[in-house]
């Protein structure tokens, strides 16, 4: 069970749509029974509450299903917001039995608050029906916001266009409207022909650079952003356009007092099994989105989670000399169920790699680690050793970053039952272990030299 990431007992945390007031953030989220399995018995929207991400209040149900019969019998993603006097939700109405009637499965709704805790479904006729030409069951996760250079409310949402599923014409849609009850088609928002889909959309400004945001489930099956000076576009791709790995999934952001959030969830892997693949829904994980100086995005644990463990155990400084062969240094052992780690790594020599091993059984030499392929600038989650063939399914499970010698990386490792995250420089990587040989954590470098400093553990979070 974990005990700092969240997730409702007896479910699995699906799509979260965020929303932020006073000093709370409000997770509005599916509750997936896994009655039998992923998508088995209809859901809603649940809520929790936190100010920390450590600390939540779990309020119960906020948007309840509606019938087999009606059209939202599960509610899919959509889009919390204020504006006109009260607070909206716009959302995807699915019901799987509607395309052998012959209906679209997938139709955006409509529900209002005075308090965010209590919803009334206003039942009124949309005009979000899927538009002709687009498929009528893949229409869905609208995001809502006031446009203010141009003085109007922009909805846009997910979509493809009416083919084969595996043609990628998916795509983002823009809908606009000065009232919030009539809407305008705007035709296509980004459509760059790379996904066969387009989910869970997001659209914020920071500083001069507008950000579009997308979950794909086609080609690496994970988030991606694009950056633009303009609302309307060009939108461009950054070297490194994602913020995780394969297992973080459907994110969207709130920005509450200066702090933006990604609420994204780990999924699980099917039967709680290494070789196997993953599947929806899951455990959430914030990741604190900022802006760095050439505008692209990195991500960040916040503060308040990283603040949450027990006290530190330092561990001495020390540097690992292998020219020519692999070497490793164990640095903690009985690291528990719930731990963090951070350290300072330098490497220099030419080294092909180092990493850092958790789990470990010393005497199996059995781990998981968090490989840096120095020669291809990307570091890796696998098992060690890889045998017998294959240790863990890891595809997606890598991130690219620059890798140069002498320059100093802060390694951060937070490890929650079965959950690993990695952080190193702004790029996050989650991961689920589920076999767990052994309970200790080691460093290691491949044909070079490597230097930690400023190593550290807490084991456990505060009462």
Not at 214 to 230: F, G, I
Request: hydrophobic share 35%; aromatic share 16%; glycine share 8%.
């Amino acid at each position: 069970m974990h005990k700092l990431y969240y997730q409702f007992p007896n479910t699995w945390f699906g799509d979260c749509m965020p929303f932020g007031h006073g000093n709370e953030f409000f997770l509005y989220h599916q509750r997936d029974t896994r009655k039998p399995g992923p998508f088995g018995e209809p859901f809603g929207w649940d809520l929790a509450t936190t100010s920390d991400f450590v600390h939540y209040k779990d309020c119960g149900v906020a948007v309840p299903r509606g019938t087999d019969e009606e059209q939202d019998q599960f509610i899919f993603a959509g889009s919390v917001f204020e504006a006109e006097g009260q607070y909206h939700i716009f959302y995807t109405g699915y019901n799987r039995d509607y395309p052998a009637q012959g209906k679209a499965s997938q139709v955006l709704m409509h529900a209002v608050s005075d308090d965010l805790y209590h919803w009334t479904k206003t039942k009124e006729a949309l005009t979000f029906t899927p538009q002709e030409g687009y498929d009528p069951d893949d229409w869905r996760d609208p995001f809502v916001l006031w446009n203010e250079e141009e003085q109007v409310y922009m909805l846009i949402l997910g979509a493809r266009k009416i083919g084969p599923k595996t043609q990628q014409t998916g795509r983002t849609v823009k809908f606009t409207s000065t009232d919030l009850k009539n809407w305008k088609f705007e035709g296509d928002f980004w459509a760059p022909g790379l996904f066969t889909m387009h989910e869970m959309v997001d659209l914020f400004q920071i500083g001069d650079w507008w950000y579009h945001v997308v979950t794909e489930y086609s080609d690496r099956s994970k988030m991606v952003y694009r950056m633009s000076k303009s609302i309307n576009g060009p939108w461009i791709a950054p070297a490194d356009d994602a913020f995780d790995g394969r297992a973080y999934y459907a994110g969207r952001t709130f920005c509450l007092n200066g702090q933006r959030i990604l609420f994204g969830w780990v999924p699980t892997k099917e039967n709680s099994d290494d070789h196997a693949n993953f599947e929806w829904a899951g455990t959430f994980v914030a990741h604190e989105i900022y802006q760095r100086e050439d505008g692209t995005l990195g991500v960040k644990i916040p503060d308040t989670v990283w603040a949450a463990f027990n006290e530190r155990e330092k561990i001495a400084d020390f540097t690992i000399d292998s020219p020519y062969a692999r070497e490793e240094k164990v640095v903690a052992r009985e690291c528990g169920d719930l731990f963090s780690f951070e350290a300072d790594v330098k490497f220099s020599g030419d080294p092909r790699s180092f990493g850092v091993r958790i789990l470990e059984s010393e005497e199996k030499a059995q781990a998981y680690q968090f490989l840096f392929h120095v020669k291809e600038n990307r570091y890796v989650f696998e098992k060690n050793p890889n045998w017998p063939w294959f240790g863990c399914m890891n595809i997606g499970l890598e991130r690219p970053i620059d890798l140069n010698a002498g320059e100093t990386y802060h390694i951060q490792i937070i490890f929650d039952d079965d959950i690993a995250t990695l952080y190193v420089n702004g790029v996050a990587l989650n991961t689920r272990a589920y076999e767990k040989p052994g309970d200790s954590l080691s460093l290691f470098v491949t044909d070079g030299t490597l230097e930690v400093t400023n190593a550290s553990i807490a084991r456990g979070i505060k009462a």
